[in-house]
């Protein structure tokens, strides 16, 4: 046999071991037999270095070391679930799905598990890529480390589609979890807190060799792609089997929400026989064309929900209440307590939300309280032991006057939330408001840290963000942890804002309640930040989706002449406040105040690319069809409820490719 075929040979008996024992719980040969042949491959491959093949057994070990890791786009965007916490919440969910698919409706149920999520690409047949979620839009480039990760395939076998994504969990069990910590006894080093944390912070370590020394593991849910041929959820899950992932088997079709309460009883129980982390049941609707009728909203899809197994609970002693003032000037209140283990973290502090949270606990200095954590989420406290309490305890005061600047708090009609108005002249809001706009989601200033910006505010060189771009190099150096290098970085990374699109601007402006979404429609709608500050409140309640709430803000944010004069000195220093040709680009308002439904399947666009055609047109993109629907986009396979209300409210459809001639795309 020559030394090709040998090497080929081997490569394939050591995949099908390594799938024998890392995914499928079941080896066929002794580690010994396993470890002789992966040498006999590494000798040879050594003598042959022109077969090399970065997808080899032998690639496992690592030894790639990645200094930065690189930013991927993600071809199909990361979404993160919405939650539920009970049989009503999930009776809701399946009502307001049900107004929106037609047809009996059937749910996968599947184990929430804990870890780092993870986007594999394969290409016939081979891994490509593994990125991280990120934000969701974006994460990062670690296939070194993910190919050193056992029971992810670098080849699959079976009848695999040519390119598609697929998405899973990196998971750290609990007994190579419990053993890395042994060893770090042993080192005397300190402990890893959690699996979670744990698996998450192996993908970003630089040295794969390290990385392949723990025992990660990564279970697959969904798979992603154009034209893949598989019809539900429950089918892909088998095919991803097939191919040779790791899908765990505790999966299940169901056909009601009683059904899948039934299953959450089951594993709420057994799940602490897992060998690694759960925390919740994944619900999703399992016909892939009811998801597609179904989408998403900003986060999350409507196709899916998450149930949260409860949370663990302890009790501990509140040591004192303190307020933070956040960069709106919204006061938080939070509870100081006598630190205490829950779901492996030490419990320090937790939210007490406002002052009717307060009130309504009754919650006391000196009270023995329950605390409750569950996930990422803050811990939570959810009542006080009175039968504990001191009879020298006194009824909570909440403040009148902000902590920070002394300034008389406000609180609007309706609010749960109290104010400090002091705007301009409270330090937190200051800082924050400047955190904001360096934030890597507004101006993504690099260089500049939140820390810096509270030195820089309160060694009064800045007093907000358009003070950032007249900042000198000789007023930085002398700061404290700046030298020549990093102060020419910041300065650097401030000049580089200039460019930053006109709706990441609009954003990092930090208006109450002018997030990401609303900042993009008034972009989109105004076009320049001229446009905007001169429009009515009347007109602002107009543009799609922009309530009362978000109007009034508006207004307010450019009624006060301090803002409009920060606004004119950004102007000045070259940030972008109007959208750039480029984005105007296929823009038109040809379907202004319409109204649109698209449903079924199309050939020659894509739904999502549909979407934004409309979208970009001025058009508004409805889920449900009512008498406010202007027109419906049918393609193929349009369900028989939709039709029947189209037909009863005489609603025109049109084809794709009628639509496509109204907007005079083609
Ligand atoms: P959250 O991070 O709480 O919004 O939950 C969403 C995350 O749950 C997803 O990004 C996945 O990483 C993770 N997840 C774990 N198990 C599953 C599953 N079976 N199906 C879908 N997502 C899952
Ligand atoms: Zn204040």
Partial sequence: MGAEQKINQLRNELRVHNHNYYVLDNPTISDYEFDLKLKELQALEVQHPEFFDANSPTQRVGGEVTKNFETVTHEFRMYSLDNSYSKEDLQDWETRIKKLVDGDIQYTCELKYDGASMSLTYENGLLQRAVTRGDGFQG??????????????????????????????????????????????????????????????????????????????????????????????????????????????????????????????????????LPYET????????????????????????????????????????????????????????????????????VKRASLHNADQ?????????????????????????????????????????????????????????????????????????????????????????GLGGETVAMLVNEGLIKNYSDLYELTKEQIIPLERMAEKSADNLLDGIAKSTQIPFERVLFALGIRYVGETVAKKLAKHYKS??????????????????????????????????????????????????????????????LEGQTIVVTGVFESISRTDLKKLIEDNGGKVSSSISSKTSFIVAGANMGPSKKEKAEKLQTTILNEYEFLQKIEYM
């Fill in 529 to 590: 930040i001229d446009a905007i500050s001169s429009a009515t409140e009347e007109e602002l309640v107009n543009v799609d989706e922009i309530g009362v709430k978000i109007a009034e803000s508006v207004i307010d944010f450019f009624g006060s002449p301090e803002n409009r004069l920060i606004i004119e000195r950004l102007k000045q220093f070259g940030v972008q406040l109007e959208l750039s040709a480029e984005a105007l680009e296929g823009q038109t308002n040809k």
């Fill in 358 to 446: 307060i009130e309504k606990l009754d919650i006391r200095v000196g009270d023995e309280v329950y605390v409750e954590k569950g996930g990422e989420i803050i811990p939570k406290i959810l009542g006080v032991d009175l039968s504990k309490r001191l009879e020298t305890s006194e009824a909570t005061n909440y403040i009148t006057f902000c902590p920070e600047c002394g300034t008389e708090l406000i609180r609007k009609d309706g609010e749960a939330q109290h104010y400090c108005p002091n705007y301009n002249g409270c330090n937190p809001q200051i800082i924050g408001r400047i955190q904001h706009y360096i934030s890597r989601k507004a101006m993504d200033i690099d």
């Fill in 279 to 346: 925390d919740g049941v994944v619900i999703k609707v399992n016909d892939l064309q009811q998801q597609e009728e179904l989408g998403y909203t900003a986060k999350a899809p409507r196709w899916a929900i998450a149930y949260k197994f409860k949370a663990e609970q302890v009790s501990t002693k509140l040591k004192s209440i303190t307020y933070q003032v956040g960069r709106t000037g919204a006061i938080t209140p939070v509870a100081n307590l006598v630190p205490v283990e829950l779901a492996g973290t030490t």
């Fill in 140 to 273: 990062d480039n670690v296939t070194a480390n993910v190919k050193t990760i056992r029971s992810v395939p670098l080849h699959l076998k079976g009848d695999y589609p040519p390119k598609f994504e697929i998405r899973g969990e990196i998971v750290l069990p609990f007994d190579g979890f419990n053993k890395m910590n042994e060893e770090r006894i042993a080192n005397g080093e300190e402990l890893y807190r959690n699996p979670r944390n744990t698996a998450s912070g192996s993908l970003k370590l630089q040295d794969s060799a390290e990385v392949a020394k723990r025992p990660l593991e990564c279970l697959l849910y969904n798979i992603k792609g154009q034209n893949i041929g598989i019809r539900t959820q429950y089918e892909s899950l088998e095919k991803a089997r097939a191919w040779g992932f790791k899908v765990p088997d505790a999966s299940k079709l169901v056909n009601s929400i009683d059904e899948v309460l039934n299953f959450v009883a089951y594993w709420d129980v057994e799940r602490h026989n």
